[in-house]
């Protein structure tokens, strides 16, 4: 199957350590990507890689990936971390996959 | 630090062909490790991959568009431009262009990303 697969919304209460995971057999062979989206905003890379931030990316975001599982960690969340999450990978065919996202609230 | 602008009609009749221009700037599209994306997200909805482009021409499109999605790339501009053909309104969407790591697949930057809405 080419799909990911996210929970649709998480809540985190403000400070609390939170993971978003993704699920798809394509995660079995390729690394996942993440995408934070705030409203009104294009989609920003929080994390790639086996786990890897780019440059300007708090480190309280890490990631990791085992079996057909990818995951995003918030460590210490806070209020700005609120936004939408999206996780992308590819298939067989370098096709790109996203899943449909999970909405992050921080409480 | 690699710029990406979106620009094109925002508004396309049913039926029509949509295009879309993506302008690169502080960067070159002819660079070996990126191909150029486009992504649309329908209004409070998630992100789809439309297809990709490297700087040779070859492309890759999304099986679920490919019979109706033409990328095209002008190294001479520095700029990727996206058909869409015989739109609906389902084709309304915010398109974006990003920039995508060969070999790895992660995308950025992306640009900020243009609405269009097909209507007549």
């Known amino acids: 199957s080419s799909e990911l697969t996210q929970d649709p919304a998480v809540s985190v209460a403000l400070g609390q350590t939170v993971r978003i995971t993704c699920q798809g057999d394509s995660l079995r062979g390729y690394y996942a990507s993440w995408y934070q989206q705030k409203p009104g905003q294009a989609p920003v890379l929080v994390m790639h890689g086996k786990d890897s931030r780019p440059s300007g990316i708090p480190d309280r975001f890490s990631g990791s990936s085992s079996g057909n599982t990818a995951s995003l960690t918030i460590t210490g969340a806070q209020a700005e971390d609120e936004a939408d999450y999206y996780c992308n990978s590819r298939d067989s065919s370098d096709a790109r996959l996203f899943a449909g996202g999970t909405k992050l609230t921080v409480l | 630090q690699v710029h990406l602008q979106e620009s094109g009609p925002g508004l396309v009749k049913p039926s029509e062909t949509l295009s879309l221009t993506c302008t690169v700037s502080?960067?070159?599209?002819?660079?070996?490790?990126?191909?150029w994306s486009w992504i649309r997200q329908t209004p409070g909805k998630g992100l789809e991959w439309i297809g990709y482009i490297f700087y040779s021409g070859s492309t890759n499109y999304n099986p679920s568009l490919k019979s109706r999605v033409t990328i095209s790339i002008d190294t001479s501009k520095n700029q990727l431009s996206l058909n869409l053909s015989s739109v609906t309104a389902a084709d309304t969407a915010i398109y974006y262009c990003a920039r995508d790591r060969r070999g790895i697949n992660w995308f950025d930057p992306w640009g900020r990303g243009t609405l269009v809405t097909v209507s007549a």
């Open positions: 502080s960067g070159s599209v002819s660079s070996g490790n990126y191909y």
